[in-house]
């Protein structure tokens, strides 16, 4: 390699792009204190804008970034240059709001740089919203949980339906859909999906389940044993053909102290815990087991 292809190469993006009218202006504007950097023109050209003046995202849907890829990054960008711009919109004549690209800043401000290779766009808050979410889900590998969050958010701020979410996210409605089903899984089961704990087939497996105590119990046999996809697959057919118990006479309602306590003891046994209290204040505790083993599994916590 030659010495002037080796010094291109750590000059980044602008090196790259030195044949750019665009670029060059926008590096004599930069250096011009006549004329900053902040009065550019050109909203679709690769810009250097100093990192003191940019605002992170506010609708960022990525909430963890892994610190060692960060590092990797910024040695990268040490050596080599940010070679893919950042996208910012302006919001005056100094100051700029990140559309997407936080993992890039982040990197670049441990490289030490004081100033980024950016694309200026005009942009309202929901198509901010929109494109950093497509920004994440295409490049930056979230977490099921973190799509299906960002998705509702979506649906929720921009009024967008199904389908037209799916269209911008290059998603059919389908795979839409099972992402949003995800938020109605029990909170233990979404933090492990967010963690790495089970994946998507696995949580897909749960949601043809429609008991919370259900899903719970599957959920725990999934840890313990570090079943497959396809044994929950199995054990959910298992217990779909098991004949339903019919609901008798509805319980007394219970009042708020009493309804977290079942609340507390259902979360406590990782099961539907029922608490039946008549109006002289006497009642019973239930907790439904679904097979000898999680009896043994509840009998080891009440130390039987």
């Not at 080599?80 to 982040?106: A, C, D, K, M």
């Not at 979506?154 to 339906?161: A, G, H, P, T």
Request: net charge neutral; glycine share 4%; aromatic share 4%.
């Amino acid at each position: 390699m030659s010495t002037e292809k080796r010094n291109a190469l750590g000059k980044g993006l602008s090196a790259l792009l030195n044949d750019s009218p665009s670029v060059n202006q926008n590096k004599n504007n930069y250096s011009n204190p006549s004329n900053p950097v902040s009065e550019i023109d050109s909203l679709g050209s690769v810009n250097e804008i100093k990192i003191s003046e940019i605002e992170v995202n506010p609708f960022q849907p990525r909430t963890e970034f892994d610190e060692q890829a960060l590092a990797d990054l910024s040695a990268s960008i040490k050596l080599q240059g940010l070679i893919q711009p950042i996208t910012v919109r302006r919001v005056n004549s100094h100051s700029y709001q990140l559309i997407s690209g936080e993992r890039r800043l982040r990197a670049s401000k441990m490289a030490g740089l004081t100033q980024i290779p950016a694309y200026v766009r005009t942009a309202n808050d929901q198509q901010m919203l929109e494109m950093a979410l497509i920004e994440n889900i295409q490049r930056e590998n979230l977490n099921a949980i973190e799509v299906a969050l960002s998705f509702q958010r979506m649906i929720d701020e921009c009024s967008l339906k199904q389908e037209e979410l799916g269209d911008r996210v290059s998603k059919n409605r389908s795979t839409v859909t099972n992402y949003l089903r995800l938020l109605k899984l029990p909170p233990t089961i979404q933090a492990s999906i967010r963690d790495g704990g089970i994946s998507m087939g696995h949580a897909k497996a749960l949601l043809a389940v429609d008991d919370p105590s259900v899903q719970l119990y599957i959920f725990q046999q999934v840890i313990k044993n570090e079943l497959s996809v396809r044994k929950v697959e199995e054990m959910v057919r298992e217990i779909q053909k098991a004949p339903q118990k019919k609901e008798g006479k509805q319980p007394e309602t219970l009042t708020y102290q009493l309804q977290k306590v079942q609340d507390d003891l259902a979360s406590k046994f990782s099961t539907r815990v029922k608490l039946k209290v008549n109006a002289q204040g006497n009642g019973s505790i239930e907790i439904p087991f679904l097979s000898e083993d999680d009896l043994g599994r509840i009998l080891e916590m009440l130390d039987w």
